[in-house]
């Protein structure tokens, strides 16, 4: 009778655990106090939100607002619609319909109050027309204008369309269903004897679940059977149907209920969420689900076999979890409280300790559980009495491993304990049968395993990895030499596997390490803390992510966020024969065994933003730009809602880099500062868990400056050429022209020396030498010979210089003077003045036939005393004066004609061609200016005033 009385008190005790969909939040801080409304993906995978504060948008890795058109009344929005274009459209309480383009929300209708009901519906049929349904049915045109499909009054639902695209439409007061195909309605139902649905969705193409909140009715209706009814628990304020065919409803208070297509109630019939408000519910491509709430962010659902266990007392958060038996495990909390949970999720308490369970273990065979807590040695309960049975003076505890019956190998920080407890008669009779015997002692002990093949023992020490026989005998094992501090040991079939703190795991056999994993096969992390191997398959915790290692295909596989899970890093997990159980971010999470799936799809990498010398730009691939538009930086994005914390990706420039790049996708910018010149291919490959997505190509140029490309530079080098050629030739006959010209200035330097040594004046000079000999004035005529013979010499010499010195040119007139003043006796005088100080040079042989002109044609005529005046001046230039008495250029010129002499003196031709050559081949005019000197209009005489460049020298 009391063994029934027991059992009964027992399963009053057993609860089912509260369950529900393990979730994330998102946009806690960016939705504080916005309520949302409605959600839905667009064509670029972003989840659009519509709430009381506009529209935003997420695509994983920020949230945005949309620009709201200024045209819009009101910034809350609802019932988000797309078309088969995927066009999405939206309305607010005012009649006003709106579209979503790019990142703006723009009006695309608005509604005349006279046709307005509370909250407009529309919807898309099987053309994309735009169907309204407020006090009337109506179809809105291509031409915005409206048509009138069909009067009704009241209230409809929402639009439903089915997998062949027809539209549907539910009449409130009715209970009436009509279809709309070709714009023509059809009645389908009716149902007068229930009370309105409030709320209609399909199941299927034939079957309809129905919600009738006043009579408190979910049915599912259907043309082919009698309707399925259940009771509702509470008022429905939307439905919405998952791709595996299960229906969340939200309720009007707070939380949701989960039903199967047979309206069979699932996660054992709790409310999911009971503390929150669910506004609208969505699944969005890649089955993930969606939560919409009042001021509390988005509750992401990526696994919904993945559950989130609670104790049933709301307060008690999970601190520990431990094996129990193969069906069920050990759950310590914050508060003390321990309970077993089973496979199917019912719950035991079994006791209440006064501080957090830190440390729990069972002591296999035994109704004992070790517990630690924040004090100092360890505490055994028995969980038949569920009384504290015997504290025991221990550190703390890392491993127990079962070493036989009763018999158990305790690994403490300190050092490693054999526990035996001996049979008796009375589990009560604990202290009189618990014994402790130190098998090893050493500090800061982390793990340790018991052998039962070899039965030796392995103890993971700060000494190293030790391994220790049965005759007691230790021996260290060592990696490439080096200590092994071993966090986890566990043990499989002939092998172990070593959990290490900087080499990943290591397996040994035959205590010699045979192989490893490392970060080649795909470890996240080489500091492994925990191991247990089932099922040919190696379950690990390390510090960055739980992973499992399938031994049969050589794959390593990573459980965590991409799974639903609250984070990547794990505190703790176990092992059932159904269930893996997880303990991460102070929450319990467990999925059965067979409903784990590691094998994932990685998304495709896009480009959804580029940057031009830091101003946004409309990219196209194959894009052409302009030389200086060289900086570029590339937003990249990877659509993915559950990866986005575990992808990377590699990246390289083709045509610039050599290697690849490699980038977390936190940072999704690629940037490049200063690309030259030249064609591009961007490449870019996500990276998940060691495997490579598909590439992502964008080709793109930047052109050459119009200075560099083959165009210019073919014109550039035949214009160089041809300036070449031109220079050239231009050179050639500028050299052809200089040497003609001094062609031309040697021939009239001899015709000078002619103009000068003319056979008049030779003639002369050798009869005033005669004549001097004749008389026998030696001395005289020796001097005459002597500057003869002086003035041939320096003409013929100067006349082989461009420029000679100024004194030299002066020596020569003096010399050319006395003789002409030989020739004229005593009635021939002249005068040279030289006002000149500065060291010059001139051409040579430049005055003296001005000179001669002025003694031949001015003073050979005249009857007086004739005087010659030679002034030099320096002003810039040498200013030379040459004036006579003469009889004047005018008489000179009539005795010409009267001795008819037409041509032109030799002197004067001389002198003209001489001064043009000086002008071309130097660059530089010789001016002559002439007066005639008059004095009542008598003619007494000539000036002649020569401006002749010169070089000074140095």
């Given at each position: 009778m009391k063994q ?5 008190l027992y399963?009053?005790?057993?609860r ?10 998102i ?5 504080a ?33 949309l620009?709201?058109s ?6 809350s929005?609802?019932?988000?619609k ?9 309305t ?14 723009v009006?695309?209708?608005e ?7 509370p909250l407009?519906?529309?919807?898309f ?12 049915l109506l179809?809105?045109?291509?031409d ?16 439903l369309?089915?997998?062949?695209g027809?539209?549907?439409l ?14 023509k ?12 649905t ?20 979910i049915?599912i209706?259907?043309e ?27 309720s ?6 989960a039903?199967n ?11 999911l969420?009971p503390?929150?408000?669910i ?33 049933v ?12 038996d ?26 209440q ?11 296999e ?9 924040n004090?100092s040695?360890?505490i ?35 050092g ?12 009560n009779t604990?202290?009189?049968?618990f ?25 993971g020490t700060?000494?190293?990895?030790i391994?220790i ?9 060592q990696y490439?030499g ?32 045979e ?17 247990i191997?089932?099922?040919n398959?190696?379950?690990?915790a390390?510090?960055?992510a ?34 893996l ?19 994932k ?19 196209n691939?194959?894009?052409s ?23 990377s ?12 790049q ?13 690309l030259?010149?030249?064609?591009y291919?961007?490449?870019i490959?996500?990276?998940?868990e060691?495997?490579?997505g598909?590439q ?17 530079i073919?014109?550039?080098l ?6 070449i050629y031109?220079?050239h ?16 200035l ?8 002619q ?13 005033s ?7 026998g ?12 013979s002086n003035l041939?010499r320096?003409t ?5 210089h461009d ?25 021939f ?8 100080t ?7 042989m430049l005055i003296?036939?001005?000179v ?5 044609h001015?003073?050979?005529h005249?009857?007086k ?12 230039m ?21 001795q008819?002499r ?32 008059k004095?009542n ?18």
């Amino acid at each position: 009778m009391k063994q029934l009385i027991f059992i009964l008190l027992y399963f009053l005790f057993l609860r089912a655990a509260a369950q529900q969909p393990s979730s994330i939040t998102i946009g806690k801080e960016e939705f504080a106090g916005i309520e949302i409304y409605d959600l839905i993906q667009n064509g670029e995978q972003e989840l659009l939100i519509a709430t009381d504060h506009g529209i935003f948008a997420y695509d994983s890795y920020e949230i945005k607002a949309l620009h709201i058109s200024d045209k819009s009344k009101r910034n809350s929005f609802f019932y988000f619609k797309a078309n088969s274009k995927g066009d999405i459209y939206c309305t607010n309480l005012l009649g006003q319909f709106f579209r979503i383009q790019r990142d703006s929300v723009v009006l695309f209708y608005e509604l005349a109050d006279s046709l307005m009901n509370p909250l407009p519906r529309f919807g898309f049929t099987q053309n994309d027309e735009f169907v309204i349904s407020s006090r009337k049915l109506l179809l809105l045109g291509a031409d915005k204008k409206l048509q009138n499909l069909a009067e009704y009054e009241g209230t409809r639902g929402e639009f439903l369309k089915d997998s062949k695209g027809k539209l549907f439409l539910h009449y409130h007061e009715s209970n009436g269903i009509f279809s709309i195909q070709n714009l023509k309605i059809k009645h389908l139902k009716e149902d007068k004897d229930s009370d309105p649905t409030s709320l209609l969705k399909f199941i299927d193409d034939k079957r309809f679940v129905a919600i009738r909140n006043e009579s408190s009715e979910i049915a599912i209706l259907s043309e082919d059977s009698i309707p399925k009814k259940i009771k509702s628990k509470e008022i429905i304020r939307s439905i919405y149907k998952l791709e595996q065919n299960e229906l969340w409803l939200s309720s009007a208070k707070s939380g949701l209920f989960a039903f199967n297509s047979q309206l069979e109630p699932l996660y054992d019939g709790n409310k999911l969420f009971p503390d929150i408000f669910i506004s609208a519910i969505y699944q969005d491509k890649n089955k993930n689900i969606w939560l919409g709430t009042f001021g509390r962010g988005l509750l992401f659902i990526s696994n919904s076999d993945l559950e989130e266990i609670s104790p049933v007392s709301q307060n008690e958060h999970p601190s520990q979890i431990q094996p129990y038996d193969s069906n069920q495990v050990l759950l310590g909390t914050y508060n003390g409280t321990v309970y077993t949970i089973s496979d199917e999720l019912v719950e035991d308490k079994l006791f209440q300790n006064e501080v957090k369970a830190n440390i729990l273990f069972r002591l296999e065979g035994s109704p004992y559980i070790i517990y630690q807590g924040n004090f100092s040695g360890a505490i055994i309960f028995n969980t038949v009495n569920k009384k504290r049975e015997r504290e025991i003076n221990i550190s703390t505890i890392k491993d127990i491993f079962t070493l036989g019956e009763r018999e158990y190998l305790i690994a403490t920080l300190s050092g490693v304990i054999i526990l035996k407890i001996n049979k008796s008669d009375s589990e009560n009779t604990l202290k009189e049968s618990f014994k402790l015997h130190y098998l090893y002692t050493s500090p800061n002990n982390f793990s340790g395993y018991f052998d039962l093949i070899t039965y030796n023992y392995y103890l993971g020490t700060d000494q190293g990895l030790i391994s220790i026989n049965q005759s007691g005998e230790i021996n260290e094992i060592q990696y490439q030499g080096k200590r092994i501090r071993a966090l986890s040991i566990t043990g499989g079939g002939s092998k172990l596997f070593i959990g290490t703190e900087k080499h990943g795991i290591l397996i040994i056999k035959d205590n010699r390490i045979e192989s490893f994993l490392s970060k080649k096969e795909g470890l996240s992390s080489l500091q492994v803390k925990k191991l247990i191997v089932k099922n040919n398959k190696l379950y690990i915790a390390n510090s960055s992510a739980f992973q499992i290692w399938d031994f049969d295909l050589k794959l390593m596989s990573s459980f965590g966020k991409a799974e639903g899970m609250p984070s990547n890093v794990i505190t703790n997990f176990a092992l059932t024969k159904k269930r893996l159980w997880l303990l991460s971010s102070g929450k319990l999470q467990s999925i059965l065994q067979d409903k784990i799936k590691t094998e994932k799809n990685i998304p495709s990498c896009k480009i959804i933003e580029t940057k031009i010398n830091g101003k946004n730009y409309n990219w196209n691939n194959g894009q052409s730009l302009n030389h200086d538009q060289n900086r570029v930086v590339f937003t990249v994005s990877a659509p993915s809602f559950k990866l986005n914390d575990v992808l990377s990706y590699k990246f390289k420039l083709k045509g610039l880099d050599q290697k690849w790049q490699y980038q977390s996708f936190n940072k999704r910018l690629i940037e490049y500062k200063f690309l030259p010149p030249g064609k591009y291919t961007l490449i870019i490959s996500l990276i998940f868990e060691a495997k490579e997505g598909e590439q992502t190509f964008l080709d793109f140029e930047i052109k050459y400056p119009f200075w560099q490309r083959s165009w210019f530079i073919g014109i550039l080098l035949f214009l160089s050429l041809l300036i070449i050629y031109l220079t050239h030739r231009y050179f050639l006959r500028r050299q052809a022209s200089k040497s003609k010209l001094e062609n031309q200035l040697i021939d009239l330097k001899l015709k000078a020396i002619q103009a000068q040594m003319n056979p008049h004046f030779i003639f002369n000079a050798l009869n005033s030498i005669q004549d001097l000999v004749l008389k026998g004035d030696i001395e005289n005529s020796y001097t005459y010979i002597t500057n003869f013979s002086n003035l041939v010499r320096k003409t013929l010499d100067y006349s082989n210089h461009d420029f000679i010195d100024f004194g030299a040119e002066i020596d020569l007139l003096r010399l050319y003077l006395k003789l002409e003043r030989l020739r004229f006796k005593t009635n021939f005088n002249y005068t040279i003045t030289n006002n000149v100080t500065e060291d010059i040079q001139l051409p040579p042989m430049l005055i003296q036939p001005f000179v001669e002109n002025a003694i031949a044609h001015g003073l050979f005529h005249s009857k007086k005393e004739k005087n010659l005046t030679i002034d030099f001046k320096y002003d810039k230039m040498l200013i030379c004066c040459i004036t006579d008495n003469g009889i004047g250029r005018e008489k000179a010129r009539e005795i010409y004609i009267r001795q008819q002499r037409n041509h032109e003196s030799f002197s004067s031709n001389a002198i003209r061609e001489r001064l043009s050559i000086f002008k071309q081949l130097f660059n530089q005019d010789i001016q002559v200016i002439y007066i005639d000197l008059k004095e009542n209009g008598i003619a007494y005489g000539t000036q002649v005033t020569i401006t002749i460049p010169i070089k000074k020298t140095l």
